[in-house]
């Protein structure tokens, strides 16, 4: 059975009286997968946390960020892509029986639970709206050639495919092989 989240700190040591704060600089290995399905943070890959905890009235002020490298793949041709995600976190989380936690829904804002808070869901939401839907390996990325499936930044530059369109196909086989000069008579002819 795995241990607890890395992303859960112990706040046990800042305590309750507003205006207390701590801060939390770590290097984190990513309990799962975060991210899109192109591009995301992988299970294992380091996050360094550089996170400042505020105790206010209703509850902890988590302000900070966190980054991470990123692996995926271009949405185009799908080449393997690295990159790196920065992100701001700013999130209140709820101390249990608080005016806040009384008054918000479940999942409005985070709780703090056994002295501890959960950030994984706030990197979660964060590196998702970070992340591009649509990662390219360049800009101008034309993809893959939908004939043979070749990654067209590697093609010939004259990469193409003759395509006869299937409705005129049986007229082409009546047509007179281009091998032939022009005007010269078929066999058999007068």
């Keep these: 059975m795995p241990g607890p989240s890395p992303l859960i700190i ?11 704060m701590i801060m939390h600089a770590e290097t984190v290995s990513s309990p799962g997968r975060i991210g899109l399905d192109l591009m995301a943070i992988d299970v294992g890959a380091p996050i360094e946390l550089d996170l400042q905890l505020q105790s206010v009235s209703e509850g902890v002020l988590v302000t900070g960020s966190a980054s991470a490298p990123t692996t995926g793949e271009c949405s185009r041709c799908l080449s393997p892509l690295t990159g790196h995600v920065t992100v ?31 950030i994984e869901q706030l990197i979660i939401d964060e590196v998702g709206l970070t992340l591009p839907f649509s990662p390219v390996c360049t800009p101008d990325c034309p993809g893959l050639c939908p004939d043979c499936g070749v990654r067209l930044l590697d093609a010939e530059p004259d990469h193409h495919h003759d ?18 000069p022009e005007g010269a008579a078929p066999e058999g002819g007068p």
């Design 88 to 118: 701001d976190l700013t999130e209140l989380f709820a101390y249990p029986d608080s005016a806040t936690e009384a008054t918000t829904e479940e999942d409005e804002v985070g709780h703090v639970v056994d002295d501890t808070v959960d």
């Design 163 to 180: 395509k006869i369109d299937p409705r005129w196909a049986k007229l082409s086989a009546m047509l007179p092989d281009s091998s032939e």
């Design 10 to 20: 112990d706040i046990a040591r800042l305590g309750r009286r507003p205006g207390s």
